[in-house]
Nanobody, 122 residues
Framework: QVQLDESGGGLVQAGGSLRLSCVIS????????VGWFRQAPRKEREFVAV???????NYADSVKGRFTISRDNAKKAVYLQMNSLKPDDAAVYYC????????????????WGQGTQVTVSS
């Protein structure tokens, strides 16, 4: 059974940084895409960033230049480095895996993690 576990969330002041991790366990697709999403209270879940199997990336306009997604295929881990955090970045952050392999921001994700809370104080 495939499981995605996020960690690294917490409380940070505006302008600060956090690094989220997503570790995948179980037998997953041979080449997979991982995306990060977030959902704030009373808002729809939104795309944040995606990374292909080979390391190609795409970002939401709202996080470009501040967030960096990366991966370590040997460790089955994907990271989201978040810098210059703003109160609007506060949300539950989820990682998800897709068998597609590319960095298309729009794709169907088969597996989702439980999320990690990011709180940004102003």
């Amino acid at each position: 059974q495939v499981q995605l576990d996020e960690s690294g969330g917490g409380l940070v002041q505006a302008g600060g940084s956090l690094r989220l991790s997503c570790v995948i366990s179980g037998r997953i697709f041979s080449m997979y895409t991982v995306g990060w999403f977030r959902q704030a209270p009373r808002k729809e879940r939104e795309f944040v960033a995606v990374i292909s199997w080979s390391g190609g990336t795409n970002y939401a306009d709202s996080v470009k230049g501040r967030f960096t997604i990366s991966r370590d295929n040997a460790k089955k881990a994907v990271y989201l480095q978040m810098n210059s955090l703003k109160p609007d970045d506060a949300a539950v952050y989820y990682c998800a895996a897709s068998p597609r392999g590319n960095a298309d921001p729009v794709q169907n994700y088969n597996y989702w993690g439980q999320g990690t809370q990011v709180t940004v104080s102003s």
